[in-house]
């Protein structure tokens, strides 16, 4: 199941499935530790005669609220029952809030469950009921989850902790309605805890918070704030985020507002993805594990260069910066380019990249990886023109890659030596990242240049414009050639149609005028658009991830959000009046239809029913999406 809400302030990060049960929850880093592990923490209601525990027959909806992060959700219940929350992580302190209100004319229990895995195991965990605080508390090593709550006549009910195997736990307790009282387990351990409402009560709400820190001390502060403040603390969490918003919205022209509303949510949600240390980190949906036994949460240079760009258009300076520290963290004292990808902590995240490729020893990487972020760092430069701040990285984010960029070159081609491609799927060399590199080197070389380091600028500008004149070579006779594979005979020529194509031209990177480049750039979008009613465009053609048919004549790839937000900026970009230019929304009406009913991108989606697929929400997704909106706009006012 997708997660449909994502919630946090950068330190502690809560996702929600659709009927508002917790199912990740990561501190303290975003997507590092997850304490759930895809758990489901069961929201249930007992009413006298059975638990009604949250399932396909509660009708209703969840949403985010207008332009904050704070989650709406309600449902009816088949015994006639109402139940509502608003969820939220208070942007200022570790702190995950949920109003929730019931609705009905007879005493009900509401129970509410958490199924942790502190630190990412369940090994050695413990729980107990503290009851100078009327709170559980969950805790292993340096990680303490503090849960509790108050209804206006009373607090905790009643409340069960014990040891759990597979999907039982101490929700199967409450059957009967009522729970054990055990106060503390060790090992193993889950919770279950209760709130009591009587009939006709005006004003029957419930406050619960999980406060969250690295010591009893800090999470009984949380606890005393959150008891204080109460539901005061969704109304900053409200104030907060949408003074956030209204600081960095552009003006949406003739856009429509539904459009305007998933640009909004989009922006919010990125942010949501994004670690205060300076980690963009890819995607936060552990279901992932269930094929994989691998996840997403990790940051990869590539695509949060791209989510970088985006909201450095969106002015948003702090987070640029803090990802630019990260990554120079990340290279000082190490090789000068950035490994496959790593959790927001700084080390070293899972790969798949072999260190022997045949009988010849390699330290793989992706070069583009690393190269995509010189780029980004000279964009920011050429915005803000922050001097000093370029002055601090550069050595490391800069100088250090691009010289071993400049050296990183296969003779015989006079392009960079084999590297992994963009999908990270082949080793080889790739039009993708030959042009990469060279635009790399070129932003290089502008930035050495700003800093006086000239002997550098012109040995980088050098190499790139070397790189620059040998790209030709990936194009004749009408077809692309998007990777030359190195085999005991020589160059292997891999023409796969692939939508990496559609980047050159926007990060104006195409090795040919606007005349030459459109027939290519048409046959790619005529060998992925997907042939079925949910169309979209696929990564490339015969793509083997998450596959649905083998029928790639019509289906060359699932559709994905970043591919199909690629072609909508070409189509952008090559518009010349203003009725060319609203053909392209049809690409933003795609991404809308195509969306959870939250707002929420997956990766891709299902080619015949339109179902998402794979994680949910991706960050890429999204600032794919933010980028072509804002494209759009830019293009609307040449023009008017």
């Known amino acids: 199941m997708p997660r449909h809400i994502a919630l946090g302030n950068g330190t502690l990060l809560v996702c929600l499935d659709r009927f508002a049960q917790?199912?990740?929850?990561?501190?303290?880093?975003?997507?590092?530790?997850?304490?759930?592990?895809?758990?489901?923490?069961?929201?249930?209601?007992?009413?006298?005669?059975?638990?009604?525990?949250?399932?396909?027959?509660?009708?209703?909806?969840?949403?985010?609220?207008?332009?904050?992060?704070?989650?709406?959700?309600?449902?009816?219940?088949?015994?006639?029952?109402?139940?509502?929350?608003?969820?939220?992580?208070?942007?200022?302190?570790?702190?995950?809030?949920?109003e929730i209100e019931i609705k009905g004319d007879r005493e009900v229990t509401l129970l509410l469950h958490h199924n942790f895995c502190l630190l990412e195991t369940d090994v050695g965990d413990t729980a107990f009921y503290n009851p100078f605080l009327d709170a559980i508390i969950h805790f292993k090593r340096d990680v303490y989850i503090l849960l509790s709550g108050c209804f206006p006549k009373g607090g905790i009910y009643q409340y069960s902790i014990g040891t759990k195997e597979g999907e039982k736990g101490t929700w199967v307790d409450a059957e009967d309605g009522k729970l054990s009282m055990r106060s503390i387990e060790q090992g193993a351990v889950d919770s279950t805890f209760s709130f009591l409402l009587e009939p006709d009560f005006p004003n029957n709400r419930a406050i619960v918070w999980l406060a969250v820190g690295n010591s009893l001390k800090e999470v009984f502060a949380l606890h005393e704030l959150a008891r204080q403040k109460g539901v005061e603390l969704l109304r900053e969490t409200y104030a907060y985020w949408s003074s956030w918003l209204r600081s960095l919205l552009p003006d949406?022209?003739?856009?429509?507002?539904?459009?305007?509303?998933?640009?909004?949510?989009?922006?919010?949600?990125?942010?949501?993805?994004?670690?205060?240390?300076?980690?963009?980190?890819?995607?936060?949906?552990?279901?992932?594990?269930?094929?994989?036994?691998?996840?997403?949460?990790?940051?990869?240079?590539?695509?949060?260069?791209?989510?970088?760009?985006?909201?450095d258009k969106l002015g948003q300076i702090d987070i640029s910066r803090r990802f630019f520290l990260f990554v120079k963290e990340l290279l000082k004292n190490n090789l000068p380019f950035l490994w496959h990808k790593y959790s927001a902590d700084g080390s070293?995240?899972?790969?798949?990249?072999?260190?022997?490729?045949?009988?010849?020893?390699?330290?793989?990487?992706?070069?583009?990886?690393?190269?995509?972020?010189?780029?980004?760092?000279?964009?920011?430069?050429?915005?803000?023109?922050?001097?000093?701040?370029?002055?601090?990285?550069?050595?490391?984010?800069?100088?250090?890659?691009?010289?071993?960029?400049?050296?990183?070159?296969?003779?015989?081609?006079?392009?960079?030596?084999?590297?992994?491609?963009?999908?990270?799927?082949?080793?080889?060399?790739?039009?993708?990242?030959?042009?990469?590199?060279?635009?790399?080197?070129?932003?290089?070389?502008?930035?050495?240049?700003?800093?006086?380091?000239?002997?550098?600028?012109?040995?980088?500008?050098?190499?790139?414009?070397?790189?620059?004149?040998?790209?030709?070579?990936?194009?004749?006779?009408?077809?692309?050639?998007?990777?030359?594979?190195?085999?005991?005979?020589?160059?292997q020529e891999d023409t796969t149609p692939d939508a990496s194509l559609f980047l050159l031209l926007l990060l104006n990177n195409f090795p040919f005028d606007s005349g030459e480049h459109s027939p290519y750039l048409e046959e790619v979008e005529k060998a992925l658009w997907v042939k079925t009613s949910v169309g979209g465009v696929s990564r490339y053609r015969g793509d083997w991830y998450f596959r649905q048919t083998d029928d790639i004549a019509e289906v060359p790839g699932n559709p994905w959000y970043i591919c199909t937000m690629w072609l909508a900026e070409w189509h952008i970009e090559r518009a010349k009046t203003v009725e060319e230019l609203r053909e392209s929304l049809y690409f933003f009406s795609w991404a809308k239809e195509h969306s959870l009913p939250t707002g929420v991108f997956p990766e891709q989606v299902h080619p015949f029913t339109g179902e998402p697929l794979s994680v949910a929400p991706l960050t890429w997704s999204h600032s794919s999406f933010i980028s072509a909106v804002l494209r759009y706009l830019a293009k609307r006012k040449e023009v008017e």
């Open 22 to 98: 917790i199912r990740d929850f990561y501190f303290p880093y975003i997507g590092l530790y997850n304490h759930v592990m895809g758990n489901t923490c069961k929201i249930g209601l007992w009413d006298d005669k059975k638990v009604l525990w949250a399932d396909e027959s509660w009708k209703g909806e969840i949403r985010y609220e207008p332009d904050a992060l704070v989650s709406f959700a309600h449902y009816e219940l088949p015994n006639g029952i109402g139940l509502s929350f608003r969820d939220a992580v208070y942007p200022f302190s570790n702190i995950f809030f949920r």
């Open 348 to 491: 070293l995240g899972s790969s798949w990249h072999p260190w022997l490729i045949g009988s010849e020893k390699e330290i793989p990487f992706q070069e583009d990886s690393t190269a995509i972020v010189i780029h980004a760092l000279q964009q920011h430069f050429k915005k803000y023109g922050d001097i000093e701040f370029l002055a601090g990285v550069y050595e490391e984010v800069v100088r250090n890659p691009a010289r071993f960029m400049s050296h990183y070159i296969e003779e015989s081609l006079g392009l960079p030596r084999p590297s992994w491609d963009l999908w990270e799927e082949r080793r080889g060399v790739h039009l993708y990242t030959s042009a990469i590199t060279a635009l790399s080197l070129f932003s290089a070389s502008e930035l050495a240049a700003y800093l006086g380091d000239m002997e550098n600028s012109r040995l980088f500008f050098s190499k790139g414009e070397g790189i620059w004149e040998r790209l030709k070579l990936f194009f004749k006779k009408g077809e692309y050639i998007r990777s030359l594979i190195p085999t005991s005979s020589g160059w």
């Open 252 to 311: 949406f022209l003739d856009l429509s507002e539904d459009i305007a509303e998933l640009f909004r949510k989009s922006v919010l949600i990125v942010r949501t993805n994004i670690d205060n240390g300076g980690a963009v980190i890819a995607a936060n949906d552990s279901d992932i594990m269930k094929t994989a036994r691998a996840h997403y949460s990790y940051m990869w240079g590539r695509d949060s260069a791209f989510t970088i760009m985006a909201l």
